[in-house]
């Protein structure tokens, strides 16, 4: 129903807008009596063999949803009707700010791909925050937080503790996002010594509670072998509890979408199926040059329950999903659970 019906309608307009219609017509059916059971009993599968139990946290099932769909918090509630064993907000900064100009988001139908350049566009840290302190699910929620595009990167530091500190109460792992390519010299902050500062000064805070929460980095599929094994030696020495591969990719290559199209669009991440084993790739490497030393969140082209396989076959712990769930559905996390189970 939703490829033959659902999705050509949604397709017809921007993107962008879509994605907001689609939330803004879950969240209203979920208003009304029994449709939030009926979507639970439809979308979840509930087996002990999904649970998965990782940095003290015990997921449901490894299916999560990606940063970006619910930047600010605003659908965790009804995003949990649909199987996900846990969502992740965000990318949050700790002021307000729109983001880049419109139109920012298109789809590749052809390549079954999206390319974005949003800018962490978000209304703040606290204003999540205020949402948070309200949903009624259980579900598991990361919060991936960022730097503001007028921070310097030598304050970038102070950015990532603001937002650190006022999210702590309310999510269950952190995302440290350094890989984003639409916030001007974000990327740089992945080279070790100013990757290091931003990590270890996280840890050290975290460390200061009373009961830390776990860490992630979430890193580039277009990092060097090199820059690779700079990461494995960067979450050995900061000690944090894991990596998230990967974010979207400034590659372009290889796509059926003309070269005039893709020219016309611009800058941005692309995501979905062309990206997938590319960031496949980078799991196996992180699994296997630091001999399974942390657990890795793969994401990237998980369109199928095979996607989904191929990245636990290269050493991913969970999976998260975005340009997939978009083109294929809201069953998507309900048939990757059934294929592991």
């Known amino acids: 129903m939703y ?14 807008r879509a994605h907001y219609l689609a939330m803004w017509l879950l969240k209203t059916a979920c208003k009304i009596p029994g449709v939030r059971f009926l979507l639970e009993r439809s979308f979840t599968i509930n087996d002990k063999k999904l649970q998965r139990n990782l940095f003290g946290l015990s997921f449901e099932n490894p299916v999560g949803l990606a940063a970006g769909f619910d930047k600010d918090a605003r659908w965790i509630d009804e995003l949990s009707t649909l199987g996900f064993g846990f969502v992740e907000i965000g990318t949050l900064t700790p002021k307000a700010q729109p983001g880049n100009e419109k139109p920012r988001l298109f789809r590749l139908p052809e390549d079954h791909a999206l390319i974005n350049r949003m800018g962490f566009n978000n209304g703040g840290v606290m204003a999540a925050t205020e949402r948070l302190k309200k949903r009624k699910s259980h579900v598991i ?3 991936n937080i960022g730097k503001n595009k007028t921070t310097e990167n030598e304050q970038a530091v102070n950015d990532y503790l603001i937002c650190f500190e006022e999210l702590f109460p309310y999510v269950d792992y952190f995302a440290v996002n350094v890989s984003s390519p639409n916030t001007p010299g974000l990327r740089a902050l992945q080279e070790k010594k100013p990757l290091l500062e931003i990590l270890l000064r996280l840890q050290k805070i975290n460390n200061s509670k009373p009961a830390r929460k776990p860490i992630l980095l979430k890193i580039a599929p277009d990092l060097t072998d090199e820059q690779l094994n700079d990461i494995i030696e960067i979450v050995a020495e900061s000690k944090i509890d894991g990596v998230i591969a990967t974010n979207t990719t400034i590659v372009r290559e ?3 979408t003309s070269a005039t199209e893709i020219e016309a669009i611009g800058a941005g991440g692309l995501s979905g199926l062309p990206l997938g084993k590319r960031s496949t790739a980078v799991i196996r490497h992180l699994k296997q040059k630091s001999g399974n030393a942390f657990p ?8 199928s329950a095979e996607d989904a396989l191929e990245k636990i076959e290269a050493g991913a712990d969970l999976i998260q999903l975005y340009t997939g769930f978009i083109y294929e559905g809201p069953g998507l996390a309900k048939s990757i659970c059934q294929r592991l189970r």
């Open 254 to 256: 290889p796509l059926k």
């Open 141 to 143: 929620v990361g919060g």
């Open 3 to 16: 490829k033959v019906l659902i999705k050509p309608l949604f397709f017809l307009l921007p993107a962008e």
């Open 296 to 303: 890795v969140i793969g994401v990237g082209g998980v369109h």
